[in-house]
T-cell receptor
Framework: AQSVTQLDSQVPVFEEAPVELRCNYS??????LFWYVQYPNQGLQLLLK??????LVKGINGFEAEFNKSQTSFHLRKPSVHISDTAEYFC?????????????FGGGTRVLVKP | DGGITQSPKYLFRKEGQNVTLSCEQN?????MYWYRQDPGQGLRLIYY???????QKGDIAEGYSVSREKKESFPLTVTSAQKNPTAFYLC?????????????FGQGTRLTVV
C-alpha cells in the first residue's frame, strides 16, 4: 500500500522569503505525484503534477517541485512567498491505472506567511 | 462554467438520521470520488466510481453508501451506522485520456452532527 508523509505540519515564513514543503512517499509501483492547495472552507486546487518526463515541475503561482525517485520525495518550493500563499498544502500520490487513479494524501502542511 | 458542484455547503444532522450529500459534475469525467477530511489527518478515500453503475470501497467506507446511476452524479449517503460523521466532505472527478489525469475537486460540504 502506498503512503505519503509530509514532514512539517506547520511552516511559518516571512513575506518574500523562500519556502520548502517536504513530501516523501512509499509505493511498490510507479506513481503520479501532485501538490494541492486549500484555502479555508474551500476545496482543493491543483498547484502542479508529475506524471512523467522532466523531474522538475513548474506549477501555478510561482511554485515548483522536484521528483526524486531514489529518495522517493517530491518537495515543493517557492523562492519568494506572498501573504496570499497562506493556506494548507497537500501532497498526494496516485498509482494511476493500477488503482483507479485513487489519491493517497499526506497530512497537510499549514503555511503561515507573516508580514 | 464546467466544474464540480457540491451541495449543500453546510449540513446539520441529528444523531440517528441518514443524510445525503450531493455531487454533480459537468466535465464529462469518467471517475468520481468521495473523500473525508478531518483536522490534521489529510483526506481519506470513502468510495470511488470509474464507470456508471459500478463503484468500489475506499479506505473508510463503513457507515457510508453511494450510487452512480448517471455519469455526472455521485451522491454520498452518511448513514446512522457512521459513528463519527462530523467532517468536511470533498467530491472529486478525473478523466481517462490514455492515462488518468489529475483530480478536480468541488468546494466541499461541512457536515455537523447536533
Amino acid at each position: 500500500a502506498q503512503s505519503v508523509t509530509q514532514l512539517d505540519s506547520q511552516v511559518p515564513v516571512f513575506e518574500e522569503a523562500p519556502v520548502e514543503l517536504r513530501c516523501n512517499y512509499s509505493s511498490s509501483v510507479s506513481v503520479y505525484l501532485f501538490w494541492y492547495v486549500q484555502y479555508p472552507n474551500q476545496g482543493l486546487q491543483l498547484l502542479l503534477k508529475y506524471l512523467s518526463g522532466s523531474t522538475l515541475v513548474k506549477g501555478i503561482n510561482g511554485f515548483e517541485a522536484e521528483f526524486n525517485k531514489s529518495q522517493t520525495s517530491f518537495h515543493l518550493r517557492k523562492p519568494s512567498v506572498h501573504i496570499s500563499d497562506t493556506a494548507e498544502y497537500f501532497c498526494a500520490v496516485s498509482e494511476g491505472e493500477a488503482a483507479g487513479n485513487k489519491l493517497t494524501f499526506g497530512g497537510g502542511t499549514r503555511v503561515l506567511v507573516k508580514p | 462554467d464546467g466544474g464540480i458542484t457540491q451541495s449543500p455547503k453546510y449540513l446539520f444532522r441529528k444523531e440517528g438520521q441518514n443524510v445525503t450529500l450531493s455531487c454533480e459534475q459537468n466535465l464529462n469525467h469518467d471517475a468520481m470520488y468521495w473523500y473525508r477530511q478531518d483536522p490534521g489527518q489529510g483526506l481519506r478515500l470513502i468510495y470511488y466510481s470509474q464507470i456508471v453503475n459500478d463503484f468500489q470501497k475506499g479506505d473508510i467506507a463503513e457507515g457510508y453508501s453511494v450510487s452512480r446511476e448517471k455519469k455526472e452524479s455521485f451522491p454520498l449517503t452518511v448513514t446512522s451506522a457512521q459513528k463519527n460523521p462530523t467532517a468536511f466532505y470533498l467530491c472529486a472527478s478525473s478523466i481517462y485520456r490514455g492515462a488518468w489525469t489529475e483530480a478536480f475537486f468541488g468546494q466541499g460540504t461541512r457536515l455537523t452532527v447536533v
